[in-house]
């Protein structure tokens, strides 16, 4: 591998290798569009976690937490799990294909066909293990390439639907229609300012950047009485006012009964410093407090890159570097609990097959979903493999991703409603869950 790891942890400016609608949505942190979503929900309680402090130790639900990854800005599928094999894939890109394996920089072969860009040979660890899948040409069928519009399209399980009444998040509906594990629990987090479309009226679910530092503010010698005034003023209050207080101090002595930065994590694993491995290694020191949390979300932004894409020691490169560095942690950290959890990570859209004349590949459709955990049939990529030709110069989408994530959803998340979760859409049983 030859790129440089000095940097991990630095911030990484993607200004000037994304198009200037990602540039702009990057900017804003998407505010306009969670702004107006977050300002909708917030007219009924059902967002708000009504949070007790009673707990069920070991996790005994049966229910797995659901850990929502969204790759925004378009990750390059055709780079991260190259196919090195099909003979269009190396004449499209001239400069920027993964060379196949025992050539220099070259891939990491995964089944004589598919190879794993070397900047995410971290991810061999689960993968190797059976507890890591890749769904190739997966992704969303919406014809959309707008960054904007994809995401929330996604998010909202609408695809290609121009018009819709729908403003909740797939993963909301799914909390909305499945009892909680434990009523009164925080049933769901953003690692964010404000709840991505994809939480948008999840009921117990709130967004919080970092649980480490969620905690009741001003000098802690005049906490507690202020934390009484602030009880007595509100408890008559009427609705959602009153519950929202109250919950809010429930939530902040919920996690603030977690050591988060006393947390050691198992088997060696170390989280790299950035906002991503920090977020995931907050969200297995919940896993394993027993607050039977159901569903936490991540997002991994920086993915747009139409100059300079750089997959082997570029810019490409340190984020695939981060980005499986992360998810091994995660995944040797959680080795003793692989059947708590099932996690997935998924982008708005692949790239284009050939690159362009900036070095870079410009939107396109299929990419690579992956999915991690315990009872994930893995060690293997899932493809229904439609070539590199045709497409109208991108790479179809051969699997759905609603069929991957309802699999999980039925399986390991006890949800029995899949209607409500993916309208106008009929799931099909892929067998990627055991």
Request: aromatic share 8%; glycine share 10%; proline share 8%.
């Amino acid at each position: 591998m030859t790129h440089d790891h000095s940097n991990h942890g630095d911030h990484i400016d993607h200004g000037e290798h994304s198009c200037q609608e990602y540039a702009e949505l990057s900017r804003r942190q998407f505010l306009g569009r969670t702004s107006t979503i977050a300002a909708a929900t917030a007219t009924s309680p059902a967002w708000l976690p009504q949070v007790a402090l009673g707990r069920t130790p070991g996790g005994g639900s049966g229910r797995d937490t659901f850990i929502s990854i969204f790759l925004r800005g378009g990750q390059d599928g055709l780079t991260v799990v190259a196919p090195y094999a099909d003979p269009n894939y190396a004449p499209q890109r001239p400069t920027l294909a993964v060379p196949p394996p025992g050539a220099p920089g070259g891939a990491i072969d995964l089944d004589g066909f598919f190879g794993l860009a070397p900047a995410a040979a971290p991810l061999m660890t689960p993968y190797s293990a059976g507890h890591l899948l890749i769904a190739h040409a997966a992704g969303s069928p919406d014809a959309n390439l707008s960054h904007f519009t994809s995401q929330f399209r996604m998010e909202v399980a609408t695809p290609n639907q121009t018009t819709s009444t729908i403003d909740t998040g797939w993963l909301a509906r799914h909390l909305q229609v499945t009892p909680p594990v434990m009523p009164g629990t925080l049933r769901g987090i953003a690692l964010s300012s404000l709840l991505p479309a994809t939480l948008s009226g999840a009921p117990g679910s709130i967004p919080i950047p970092d649980p480490a530092t969620f905690a009741f503010p001003g000098d802690p010698s005049t906490a507690a009485d202020r934390r009484a005034i602030i009880s007595n003023v509100y408890a008559n209050a009427d609705e959602p006012l009153g519950s929202a207080a109250e919950s809010s101090l429930t939530t902040i002595d919920l996690l603030d009964s977690i050591n988060f930065e006393g947390y050691v994590p198992a088997n060696g694993a170390v989280y790299p410093e950035t906002p991503f491995g920090q977020g995931l290694r907050s969200i297995a020191a919940m896993i394993k407090a027993d607050i039977d949390l159901e569903a936490a979300h991540l997002d991994f932004e920086g993915w747009d890159h139409h100059a300079d894409q750089g997959p082997v020691n570029g810019i490409m490169a340190l984020l695939l570097d981060e980005f499986s560095r992360s998810l091994e942690a995660f995944y040797l950290d959680m080795s003793g609990d692989l059947d708590r959890f099932t996690l997935c990570a998924m982008t708005e859209f692949g790239r284009r097959i050939a690159e362009n004349g900036s070095f870079g590949t410009d939107h396109g459709h299929g990419g690579v979903i992956w999915v991690m955990g315990g009872h994930v049939d893995g060690g293997r990529v899932y493809r229904n493999w439609p070539g590199l030709v045709g497409g109208n110069g991108s790479l179809e989408v051969t699997t759905d991703y609603r069929h991957i994530l309802a699999e999980i959803l039925t399986e390991r998340m006890q949800n029995t409603d899949l209607v409500t979760v993916f309208p106008n859409f009929t799931p099909t049983p892929i067998d990627i869950i055991v």
